[in-house]
């Protein structure tokens, strides 16, 4: 077996112990394999050990690897988690089934204009800014309920907002990165209550080193990468 599919098996038991952990249905999270800075045959070794879903923070090496990936007749779903410039939202809205790095109302807007271009429905993740020293994400809630209400007033047809994403601390400090997947938590049952005709069901949280207690804590999508292909080389 390659050093791709043990790795797979060994965190996807994992994922079901820190479910049966926590109280949570089986299956109740997905993996998204962030495959960032790993070559397309990483990729195609992992969807041959049944890995379907991947996560890519780069558009010009998301687009090139997975425009060869889909040439062989493979059929992989991508998710964006990476910041976002503008000029590469055309792009990311044609790779990808979900943008999960949503951090501003101009990136909906932009998005929602080249999604109605291809006429394609994409799915979308708030993401939020939860600890002291990650810089990505909305930083103001006014902002991103403001963003939220929009999206349950239907001025965006083509985008399906389906919950939230953050990125813990990069610290040692465990009960830092835990109260950063709760603020998560609480956000998302504070606006599902408020925008009950959204369903914001998705909390996207939780990477290699501190999956397990993203779980703990509601998260229903992991984003592992150097489990599951090892070190990025940059
Ligand atoms: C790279 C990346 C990951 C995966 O990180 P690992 O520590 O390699 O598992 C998860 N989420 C985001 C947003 C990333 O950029």
């Known amino acids: 077996m390659s050093q791709i599919s043990q790795n797979l098996n060994i965190i996807l038991s994992k994922i079901r112990e820190a479910e049966i952990k926590a109280g949570r249905a089986e299956n109740?999270?997905?993996?998204?394999?962030?495959?960032?800075?790993?070559?397309?045959?990483?990729?195609?070794?992992?969807?041959?050990?049944?890995?379907?879903?991947?996560?890519?923070?780069?558009i010009q090496e998301a687009s090139a690897k997975f425009d060869e990936i889909r040439s062989k007749g493979l059929n992989p779903e991508l998710h964006i988690i990476g910041s976002l410039q503008r000029n590469k939202v055309k792009e990311a809205v044609r790779i990808s089934s979900c943008i999960e790095s949503v951090d501003r109302m101009e990136l909906i807007e932009e998005i929602e204009k080249q999604a109605s271009k291809i006429n394609k429905n994409i799915e979308i993740l708030f993401e939020v800014h939860t600890g002291e020293d990650s810089k990505a994400g909305f930083t103001s809630e006014e902002e991103l309920a403001k963003a939220i209400e929009r999206c349950s007033k239907g001025d965006f047809p083509h985008?399906?907002?389906?919950?939230?994403?953050?990125?813990?601390?990069?610290?040692?400090?465990?009960?830092?990165?835990?109260?950063?997947?709760?603020?998560?938590?609480?956000?998302?049952?504070?606006?599902?209550?408020?925008?009950?005709?959204?369903?914001?069901?998705?909390l996207s949280m939780g990477m290699s080193g501190d999956y397990e207690t993203a779980i703990e804590e509601g998260a229903t999508i992991v984003r592992i990468g150097t489990a599951i292909f090892g070190e990025r080389v940059y």
Not at 183 to 194: A, H, Y
Request: net charge positive; charged share 25%; hydrophobic share 40%.
């Open 28 to 58: 109740s999270v997905k993996l998204v394999a962030v495959s960032k800075f790993h070559p397309s045959e990483a990729v195609i070794e992992a969807i041959g050990a049944g890995q379907n879903l991947f996560g890519e923070n780069r």
């Open 159 to 202: 985008i399906t907002p389906k919950g939230f994403m953050t990125m813990a601390p990069f610290t040692s400090d465990k009960a830092l990165v835990r109260k950063s997947f709760v603020t998560l938590r609480n956000l998302r049952e504070k606006f599902q209550k408020d925008f009950p005709n959204l369903d914001l069901c998705e």
